[in-house]
């Protein structure tokens, strides 16, 4: 059974006496920075030089420093730049500037599990990742409560390893929701396979074959649109705030009745067959091992697909829709 930590098990005073150094401060930088101060910790920022967000983090009150600079001052190096851009940041910007005793931090395992990045032994090495976008982790902090974190600890050099990452856990407002205790390699591994099989993967190719399947039926698509792809957002919304039973019973009887008759006909076993590919590629290291190749021609690998899927008539329409929705100009 998974260990869950909340307020009572988490003491700020922990990290109360260091300097948190985020590095980075992209829409989990800026959240979590904030909150983190929010609570009462000690926080700078270190970004590059040329950093388009080096004026807002000063705008926002932070002392912002270079990334060599705010390693040095930090006892907490808290690294949340995105995970193609780490292991050169580190190894160029971070690694000479760490010293003894310090905590390293991430909020995905990715470079760690995968030894992208070896820190020194004589430093504690932990995750403190929020499971939300950042906009969330901020509005809920606002709102008085906070969105479940996973945590982790890789190295325990101080022995107090666990108790840091618990405090920066309460600093964000973690610990009002639950905190789920992990390992670098099971958030990472499981992190990537979501992704690829349900979260982004799974649910891009389940809604452009619905939307396909429709319009080649003959059925106008703008109809197939809403079908396949905008009330997929009503369902979901049913299903994270009620799971799949309460999702069920908010829906028609004729809703429920097709859904639970013919949905696994459709999604099959030969679905879950390519699932465990998906499975056995991450944890054998393939997919790292393709994407760590890439890594520093991220951009040009990914805009063609991109632009590919920019270009799919699911794309056309729905930017059609969306601006009769209000919801982009």
Not at 201 to 227: C, M, R, S, W
Not at 239 to 268: C, F, H, N, P, Q
Request: charged content about 25%; overall charge neutral; proline content about 3%.
């Amino acid at each position: 059974m998974v260990k869950v930590y909340y307020d009572a098990d988490a003491n700020l005073e922990k990290v109360k006496r260091k300097t948190i150094s985020i590095i980075g401060y992209g829409n989990q930088g800026r959240a979590q920075a904030l909150n983190l101060r929010d609570s009462g910790l000690q926080v700078i920022v270190g970004l590059r030089e040329e950093s388009a967000s080096w004026k807002t983090a000063e705008a926002n009150g932070f002392k912002v420093h270079t990334i060599p600079e705010a390693t040095e001052k930090g006892d907490i190096v808290h690294i949340l730049i995105p995970d193609p851009a780490q292991p050169s940041v580190y190894n160029s910007q971070i690694r000479d500037h760490l010293s003894e005793g310090k905590t390293l931090g991430f909020s995905h395992g990715f470079n760690i599990h995968f030894k992208q990045i070896v820190p020194p032994t004589d430093l504690d090495v932990v995750m403190v990742a929020p499971k939300s976008p950042g906009a969330r982790v901020r509005e809920t902090f606002l709102a008085g409560f906070g969105v479940p974190a996973l945590l982790a600890v890789e190295q325990n050099h101080s022995g107090m390893a666990k108790e840091t990452a618990l405090g920066m856990c309460k600093g964000l407002g973690c610990t009002r929701a639950g905190v789920l205790e992990t390992t670098f390699k099971e958030e990472t591994e499981s992190d990537l396979i979501g992704e690829q099989t349900v979260l982004v993967g799974g649910l891009i190719e389940l809604i452009k074959n619905g939307f396909e399947t429709l319009v080649e039926a003959g059925y106008q698509p703008e109809l197939a649109y809403f079908e396949a792809c905008n009330e997929a957002k009503l369902i979901m919304d049913l299903v994270y705030e009620k799971g799949l039973v309460g999702m069920l019973r908010a829906v028609s009887d004729t809703a429920k009745y097709g859904g639970l008759t013919v949905g696994s006909k459709v999604i099959d076993q030969n679905v879950k067959s390519n699932m465990k590919k998906v499975v056995r590629d991450v944890q054998s290291g393939k997919f790292a091992r393709e994407w760590i190749d890439r890594f520093e021609k991220s951009s040009a690998v990914l805009e063609p697909l991109m632009k590919e899927l920019e270009q799919h008539q699911l794309e056309v329409v729905g930017k059609r829709i969306r601006r009769m929705a209000g919801l982009e100009k």
